[in-house]
C-alpha cells in the first residue's frame, strides 16, 4: 500500500486500550474542527466533528474534546481494534464550507 | 454523502512534463479543494475552487504551476506542470457536501517525477 505517516509521531496501544490523540490547533478564530482517519492509499475518512460551542462531542466509541483555552482538541478511542490503526489527523476551520488546515497527524498503532 | 472518483491514482511521470488530476463528484458541490500531502506529512491546502470563479491559491502555490479548471459543478482538474521530482507526493481533491454538512475526499493520486 501507499506509505502515508512514515516520519509522524506514533502512538501504539494494545487492543482493547483506549486511545487519546492529541492535536494543537493554530488559529484562535476556528470555529470548527473535524477529525480524520487516513489509511494507506486512501484520502482522509470522516470521524467526527465538534463545533466551539461545544466541548465535547461522542460519537461510537470515539469522543472528541475541544478546550479553546488552549486551542487543544483531542480524540479518544474506546476499546481499540487493530482497524482503528491508521494516520490521523485534525483540521480546524472558520465557518461552514471553508478550507480546512491540518494538523500534524499522529499513527495510530494497535498491537494485539 | 458525496462520493469523489478521482484518477488516475497513481502515475509515473518524466520530469518536464505535465499531468491532469480528474475529480468527478456524484453530486453537484459548490466548494471544492485541492491538496498536497507530501510522504509522510499532512495535507496542505494548494487552492479553493469555485465553478465560474477562479480558483483561489494558497501561499506558495502559483497557476502557472498548478492550473485547475472547474467547468461546473461536479467537477474539477489539477494540472501539475512542468514537474520535477519535488513534485513528487499526493495530491488530493475534496468537497464540501451541503447534503451532508460535511467534506468529502477522493482517494488521492500518486504522483512519481523521475
Known amino acids: 500500500g501507499e506509505s502515508v505517516g512514515l516520519h509522524l509521531p506514533t502512538l501504539s496501544v494494545q487492543e482493547g486500550d483506549n486511545s487519546i490523540i492529541n492535536c494543537a490547533y493554530s488559529?484562535?478564530?476556528?470555529?470548527?474542527f473535524i477529525w480524520y482517519k487516513q489509511e494507506s492509499g486512501k484520502g482522509p475518512q470522516f470521524i467526527i466533528d465538534?463545533?466551539?460551542?461545544?466541548d465535547k462531542r461522542q460519537g461510537q466509541r470515539v469522543t472528541v474534546l475541544l478546550n479553546k483555552t488552549v486551542k487543544h482538541l483531542s480524540l479518544q478511542i474506546a476499546a481499540t481494534q487493530p482497524g482503528d490503526s491508521a494516520v490521523y489527523f485534525c483540521?480546524?476551520?472558520?465557518?461552514?464550507?471553508?478550507?480546512?488546515?491540518f494538523g500534524t497527524g499522529t499513527r495510530l498503532q494497535v498491537t494485539l | 454523502s458525496a462520493v469523489i472518483s478521482q484518477k488516475p491514482s497513481r502515475d509515473i511521470c518524466q520530469r518536464g512534463t505535465s499531468l491532469t488530476i480528474q475529480c468527478q463528484v456524484d453530486?453537484?458541490?459548490?466548494?471544492m479543494f485541492w491538496y498536497r500531502q507530501q510522504p509522510g506529512q499532512s495535507l496542505t491546502l494548494i487552492a479553493t475552487?469555485?465553478?465560474?470563479?477562479?480558483?483561489?491559491?494558497e501561499s506558495g502555490f502559483v497557476i502557472d504551476k498548478f492550473p485547475i479548471s472547474r467547468p461546473n459543478l461536479t467537477f474539477s482538474t489539477l494540472t501539475v506542470s512542468n514537474m520535477s521530482p519535488e513534485d513528487s507526493s499526493i495530491y488530493l481533491c475534496?468537497?464540501?457536501?451541503?447534503?451532508?454538512?460535511?467534506?468529502?475526499f477522493g482517494s488521492g493520486t500518486r504522483l512519481t517525477v523521475v
Open positions: 475552487a469555485n465553478q465560474g470563479s477562479e480558483a483561489t491559491y
Open positions: 453530486s453537484q458541490v459548490t466548494m
Open positions: 488559529n484562535s478564530a476556528s470555529d470548527y
Open positions: 465538534i463545533r466551539s460551542n461545544m
Open positions: 475534496s468537497a464540501w457536501d451541503r447534503a451532508s454538512y460535511g467534506y468529502t
Open positions: 483540521a480546524e476551520g472558520i465557518g461552514t464550507a471553508s478550507k480546512l488546515t
